[in-house]
């Protein structure tokens, strides 16, 4: 199954050393304004190589758009975008072509498929992420035509053992992307950037999480039984490669779950429902931001395979806009069912 | 949406207060062997009013199948399986039918659909996961006759502070019903079936976590993009009202992300790949016992709503079998997929 | 699969000589007003034993709502339905157990899934379209209040060699029933009921064809490429066990494609698009009545088995409502599509 | 929505004069033997320009596979194909810009859309079926590897009143290619090229019929209830364009309906289930050889249209192996769904 959503749908395709990487967004309505520019903008956020601590790999990630927009609309037809592969460097793979690599899915991989692409990780790759980062972009273009006030902002809040604190509402991915590590916070930013440098001197790895909080979530989004908003949204989080658990609420969620129950539903100061709940109840957005937080493992690869493939020591400042585009897309996906399912007064 | 599974779906229906809750499986072939005992004991294992820590609702909850079995085997059609709800006192609801009730979904539920079912929480009651509790009997009966191998157990690992060591592999669901807390660790059980008792007294609630270990996985299971195994076990336990996280791997894996990646990804003394996988590779499952731990928010039903209403106040023991039930539906789906994507010598 | 839809999902259940038939209908938001007196009045329409032109067997077809309806409104949740077999007479079709009936799909059905179900047709049975009938009773409901000029109606247009005319525009469902052979004309409906009586009492059976006209369909409804108005009536309509054609267009559509272009594709003398369209273009409703004739081929019980089962000689008049239910379904299913893809001035 | 299938999902994209049309075949599963060149020539096969009695439109449609394939042989990823369109002339079309075609679906599609792509049909042209042909090209070569016996042939029976008799069994796809008309039959072939030529000439077009035979479906092919053989492939069918209607059976299908059961129903002379059934009862294949009557309507695009826009005056010749694709295409899901309900001893 490579397709995410039931009526805003994204189908990825391509293996990372293959002739191209790509996505068909199917169910976006018509007359959504949605430029190649806007696509390929989102497509730079997680562009390899664009700093010491990212990998050298560098890529240009040039996107086209190949059907659904005409005159810088969507046509309400599916909307095929396809990148390149252009540094494929499979030779530097070679050596690797019958050797499964540890810590990598190669093993398993070959247990299913009864083989496995030797060209890097084929479809296991992280690059294969870039296809979301298309299908957030056209799913942001949606919700900004549909639910203006809605933002989704995605932050890097722990590399090892370093913990930001929480920033304020409003943050926007701009103060976001102005640190290399996506760590919003300048002091702890320094801290990580220095932390992820030693790693890859020592050709180690870091993991840690990311926090992501969307504001303006319409009230009652979300279905009730399946389909749950946390649930579609755990789905799509945990569909990234590294991510290895999903947690909602704030940081310290898991020290209020040794709370009693008077204690954790206490209401906030103003009367809101408590923060706790991280914008979720009955499954439904409860009209409160939605505030989650997603762990990621350490990357597999180290510095005895540094020459043989080229890799980031710590992936997290890349995967923001990742896990901003699963976010999106789960999110237009709920609202065009909430559209299905209409009240009449 | 009301149906979870695509080759093995599970369409649960049903308010709690209405005159029947159900599910209707479709998906699961023909010439398992299934009786109604077979549904009813695991339904058993959830039903209320079993024990002092859980809710004094007693339902005799009685499972009738009316499709889908001839001669106790599956006819490779829709089995359909109902439950009448017996224990109803809407009455006690009366007084609630017009304010919502705090910490309940009442509010976002009302501006979602424009009215609530005042009996109870309707569909986002708790009774609902009888349902999938059903469905995972019928998953269950499936996987006893396509693997074999395969033992979905989970346990009560935390009650509010109180965190119970990791039990031997092997852990059979008997050993864990064994204890009213459903935590195998007879000494922290218990520690933890007082504090619930204490809890109950006081008009309070606890929450925790409950751990879940599937043993005997085939090697390749999930899909390697979207619906990977992690994605869709984090979807079906996020479908679970008061879950609020799913964390792969150990208990402390919180702690281990702390690591470097060389840390993080030491194979086992034995040689086999790190217990911190959680038994998951890209998105396949890698032959270990994959093991999760799973996130509980206290109940939100307190003392001043007690006569209005009869609720467990922890629901961690009888969530057990829900959980373990969708592990088994999200096994069986995958199950299925992995036949329908053959390898030919 | 047993569900037809994607955003109506009708999930249909049950053996005709088992417990109960039913089905679940999922996607039906909140706030129709529905009864259980109008989905009984819908299934009593299908009845059998209802004239002397149809089986003998008397179900009485009593259908129970157990979710999804609450005070006369439905909730937004899965309406389930229930209807239990009364008159099953299992000992009929002991003789039968062992032997393939011929005509009837008991040979395959056994290829398919290594047995089949000795009572009846089991799941292949016509009983199971009353359980379609509760499905297009709840579309029925929804479709009224969401398209209120929107009307679905079929008849009895051929049996065996007798062809009635097309019947005026703004024909009732009432005027159809009027009749017990389901053919609004009167003389020709004499002359059907007739051969179908001289059928019964030889022991034999007659086919023919059924038209179902839709007044009131939005333009622009269905999808453009794959689900096609037409792919998805024709699914629904082929769905029905004795369907062997759909054709859309007048009775005369056939000699019409001898025509040239220019002569089929000539406006009707209004201007408004020619009545060959059948009411579609390009996939999807082009305002002008949707017109369809559904093929039905004479059942295969005859009369050496009359003893050992009872069945209609002719289903067309009972298969009206059925026709109607899946039109219904697949026109709301298709409605609710199309208010998830919204247009924004 | 613009995917076909289940587990075998073809998702298309591309309107006529963008910048290039394809498909993503996901549910394929890995080791299948598949080229470029195999794709290209199913696309070959329905290449306009080929002879006289087609458009004059020559586009060069050359296939690139950008994803799923490695060395030969799927690799159990989604298989991306694209094909630039080359002849976009969109300027012929400058002069429709604001007016809707007569006999076109252009105003329902603006109804829908709000908008319509002036250049050529956009989505709903002609053009869009070169994708169905790639994932039919894609079915082809799972279908060889899992069942080798069996063959989709599909042929020209009828253009405007002229009906060709039907081809002895074992017809293959190159004895029809034989003939520009694709009717295997010699003599009528001519007599449908004078035809087709005359109606060119006269800027008139014509419809007819086509017929397609499916030889060694394996017994018990379909679902029982929804998703029957027959209807998915009417589904798929009537998903082409110009498809006015899907007929099971014989040519004289029609007229065999008038005839009581007994002689509808009564076996070959061979003892064999009756051809009337067209190879299809209960939903599932019998054995037989499936048979289908796919009736199209003349297309609209007329002579005063000719210097804006280039179309075939009969398109029936270049359908074939679209109408072959569509049944490979439902036929790969089907086969998919059988692995997934398996049968043990």
Known sequence: MNTFGS???????????????GAVIDGCPAGVPLTTAQVQQAL??????????????????????????????T?????????RN??????????????DRPGHADRVWRARFQHRDPRGGGRTSGR??????????????????EVPALRVVAWVSQVGPLVAPLPASGLTRAQVDAHVTRCPDAPMAA???????????????LGGAIMVRVEGVPVGLGEPVFGKLKSRLADGFSSVGAVTGVVWGP??????????????????ADGTPSEAYGGIQGGLANGAPLLARVLFKPPATLSDHAKAGRHDP????????VIEAMASMALADLWLALLASPHRP
């Open 7 to 21: 009526l805003f749908r994204v189908t990825t395709f391509g293996e990372s050393h293959g002739p191209a990487m």
């Open 44 to 73: 730079d956020r997680r562009r390899p190589g664009q700093s010491a601590v990212t990998t050298a790999r560098a890529e240009a990630d040039q996107v086209e758009l190949l059907s659904g927009v005409y005159e810088d609309k």
């Open 75 to 83: 046509l309400g037809t599916p909307i095929a975008a396809v990148v």
């Open 86 to 99: 252009q540094d494929q460097r499979s030779q530097d793979y070679d050596a690797l072509k019958k050797e």
């Open 128 to 145: 294969e992420t870039l296809c979301r980062v298309i299908g957030g972009a056209v799913a942001d273009a949606l919700l900004r035509r």
């Open 191 to 205: 801290h990580m950037e220095q932390r992820i440098l030693d790693a890859k001197r020592d050709g180690d790895s």
């Open 251 to 268: 940081a310290d969620l898991e020290a209020r779950l040794q709370l009693s129950g008077k204690a954790f539903h206490a209401p906030n």
């Open 314 to 321: 710590c992936i997290l400042p890349r995967a923001v806009p």
